[in-house]
């Protein structure tokens, strides 16, 4: 193992300068025993990146690397380590006396495409369904690589900590799986001189929980949240002349990112759940009220955002006179990007259309349904079998969407009980995505915390009420602080994309939030509400972000939803469109 000083005394440094003496273990979670590190100083790796160790596919002409730890004091040797893939034009490159590995230079001229050596995009994927981990390669495979490199880029896989990559003595819930997607970019920033591809051009891309961790780390670059929990782990803070690196990227792609966490409770209790009357929301459980009382809270959440659309009109909610609060500019806002995307789907399709239902999350395996209508009218008849909320024009072939209740209890209806995200006894994945201390899930969301306290004197006369469920138990999980010494309002905030991009939080242009974005979401999803992704977009444009490539996509759910062609194929032209060489 090549061990570099320069690197092996700064992260000794940046151990001393938290109070943790090498070997030890710094500052243990409340009711955790110290062992619980999120650094280890004794395991102290290169920065370097060695130029004599790549791998050649010479039947594709690609340059691959496997299995580089990307931090001086990795936590996780295990995840916290990248592979690099790269067209073989982008290196010139001679074979090492072992016959198997090749000392390479950077050749800045070579091309593929439109791209060279020094101007290729780098893409880097993440691929953490709920936030879970991202596992490194641990294998060569042309195939899982190959369109993005005879596209000319540059693809780098981290593997990254998560939700379910915990330990008895480790802790990697949030937000170590965005601190090590920005450790790896600031990895490939302190090589730049000896890797190929542009630094200045790193783009992510995931879904779901995937979208949503590269949209945090897409409007969080350099935000000084995270720089505590990168030197913990000995990421690379500034290049060899001492100059400050950076983990902002150029471009995000997001597809159904399930993110905006503080709000989520509350919106999806107002967008979807409103409208349900089984299971949780039954009217004699507690958590019907509960329900409710979201759903009324989110308004006022929402109206101090002070969200604009793109004639800069304010976007509110106001009160209703059936409902609650389906009125207000906010309301016919997104009524709006509901009949827009309906149209779409009668623009971009022919009939007769068969519609596939989805059988379960990505990958289950589970089959879902298909019908075929065999014309518009037919599909349209099926939309208002509950009640009349579509009318349609065939001269024009456009739709009117008259409101939120027909939509969702046609298509998005509240697959989740309530507390769909901060769950009432812990016991949503995202309570496991804010585990405090050993893989303990936390209440994360003070939002649903002021709901619960305001009201719980009412749920209290419910006979499936337990104490448990109350504000206490929410304060007991705020007060406790994790290994860097931080509370979860502080995670919490790490892990909010509007915290960055909404004036209402102080993080507010505290950070460099990328410039370019595509966001994908199927309509259909009973995952996150539509306010999800409207919201993310509206902040990036109010922000000043001129790039957003935005679409809700008509008759799909949780997936890589696209209104036409191939997920894949669609994201590499979106980046051959936004950078451009």
Known sequence: MEINRRTVIRGAA???????????????????????????ASSAYSLEFDSTAWSYDATNDVYYQLGKVYVANPAATDYENLSIYVPGAYLTATANSDGTTYTAKLNRKGTVGQYSGGTAPIVIPVNTPGYAQQAPATSYSYSSVSQYLKAGLVYVWPGLRGRDSSTSTRSDAAPWGVTDLKAAIRFLRYNESVLPGSTDDIVLFGMSGGGAQDTVAGTSGDSPLYHPYLRTIGAAM?????????????????????????????????????????????????????????????????????????????????ESTSGTYLAGSYYDHLIEVITTSLNNFLSDNTFPYTITTQGGPPGSGQTGTSTTYETVDDYIAYLNTGSTWVTYDATTNTATVSGLEGFV??????????????????????????????????????????????????????????????AAAYDTDFAKKDSVGKDMAWRADAYNP??????????????????HWRIRTGIMQGDTGNTTEI???????????????????????????????????????????VVKK
């Open 498 to 515: 509007l915290y960055f991009l909404s004036p209402a939080f102080p993080g507010y242009r505290q950070s460099k939030v990328a410039r």
């Open 14 to 40: 940046v151990m001393a300068a938290f109070g943790v003496a090498e070997g030890a273990a710094g500052t243990a979670f409340a009711g955790t025993s110290s062992s619980d590190s999120s650094s280890t």
């Open 238 to 318: 500034e290049d060899a002349q001492g100059r400050p690196l950076s983990d902002a990227v150029a471009g995000v792609m997001a597809w159904c990112p399930i993110t905006n966490l503080a709000e989520a409770n509350l919106s999806y209790e107002w967008n979807m759940g409103q409208f349900a009357s089984t299971g949780t929301r039954a009217s004699t459980t507690w958590t019907s009220a509960y329900s409710a009382d979201l759903a009324k809270a989110w308004p006022r959440y929402l109206n101090r955002l002070g969200l604009r659309d793109e004639h800069g009109r304010r976007l509110e909610l106001t």
């Open 409 to 470: 209890n046609s298509q998005k209806n509240a697959n989740k009980p309530v507390g769909a995200f901060d769950g009432v006894s812990r016991g949503q994945g995202e309570n496991s995505v804010f585990a405090m201390g050993l893989g303990v899930p936390s209440h994360f969301a003070p939002l649903t915390r002021d709901v619960v306290k305001a009201n719980e004197t009412t749920y209290a006369t419910y006979s499936d009420w337990d104490s448990a469920y109350g």
């Open 535 to 577: 919201n993310l977009r509206l902040a990036l444009r109010n922000y000043g972000i001129r790039d957003v490539d935005f679409a809700t996509v008509w008759a799909m759910a949780h997936t890589m939803a696209e209104r036409t062609g191939d997920a894949t194929t669609n994201f590499i032209s979106w980046v051959e469109s």
